[in-house]
Nanobody
């Protein structure tokens, strides 16, 4: 399985970006798909997840009310719509996929990772 993330870029505070992550290879819709982010020197942190079992979505507190995660199973794609971006959202954003149920915010539980896409928010 390979994950290809795209959509990052440079945006001013208050602006929006939409990240996309396409899965390829031997996978199906029975996976949780999530976004994490990482700042150099800091641990990778959970942003949002779209679960497969009942389509539930969960967000980090920092993302609630501003970010929306969605997925298109036919296209094997997960999206992250980010609105009202803040400078503290600047990070490399990674998409991830896991087959197992359970905690959605623990990065070691994810089986596959994309290469990351840089998001930079200027003040």
């Amino acid at each position: 399985v390979q994950l290809q993330a795209s959509g990052g870029g440079l945006v001013q505070a208050g602006g929006s970006l939409r990240l996309s992550c396409v899965a390829s290879g031997r996978t199906d819709s029975h996976v949780d798909m999530a976004w994490f982010r990482q700042i150099p020197g800091k641990a990778r942190e959970f942003v949002a997840v779209h679960t497969w079992r009942d389509g539930s979505t969960y967000y980090a507190d920092s993302a609630k009310g501003r970010f929306t995660i969605s997925r298109d199973n036919a296209k094997k794609t997960v999206y992250l719509q980010m609105n009202n971006l803040k400078p503290e959202d600047t990070a490399v954003y990674y998409c991830a996929l896991k087959y197992t149920s359970g905690s959605v915010a623990i990065s070691p539980l994810y089986d596959f990772w994309g290469q990351g896409t840089q998001v930079t928010v200027s003040s």
